[in-house]
């Protein structure tokens, strides 16, 4: 046998090759933790941010599943990014005065 064969014999003893994909931690994504506090606490209704915040938590879980990061660690970096987003966001309307409710100052 060549190297050169088309149909290449299998090597018998190889060892199995096992890779695991290694996720850049979600919580890192500074510009889209941004982008996501800005759209999450500028203006649209409840209803269009609570829709708009479970589609990027999602879209954040479908990212890393697709590139085959396993389910679990695939929501665990959903969590991490939901709670880094939901930190800032707290951490931004305590400091302006804003109520969690609206935004709008009244408590």
């Not at 990212?63 to 679990?72: I, M």
């Not at 930190?87 to 935004?103: F, K, N, P, Q």
Request: hydrophobic fraction near 35%.
């Amino acid at each position: 046998m060549s190297i050169f064969d088309n149909n290449p014999r299998p090597i018998e003893d190889a060892p199995a090759c096992v890779a695991e994909v290694i996720p850049f931690p979600s919580l890192a994504r500074v510009h889209k933790v941004e982008y996501t506090i800005q759209r999450l606490m500028g203006p649209g209704t409840a209803k269009q941010k609570a829709r708009w915040r479970e589609q990027i938590y999602e879209g954040i879980e479908n990212q890393f599943r697709a590139v085959g990061v396993p389910p679990e660690k695939a929501v665990e970096q959903r969590n991490k990014f939901e709670i880094a987003v939901e930190t800032e966001i707290t951490r931004r309307r305590r400091a302006w005065g804003l109520s969690e409710v609206d935004g709008d100052g009244a408590a």
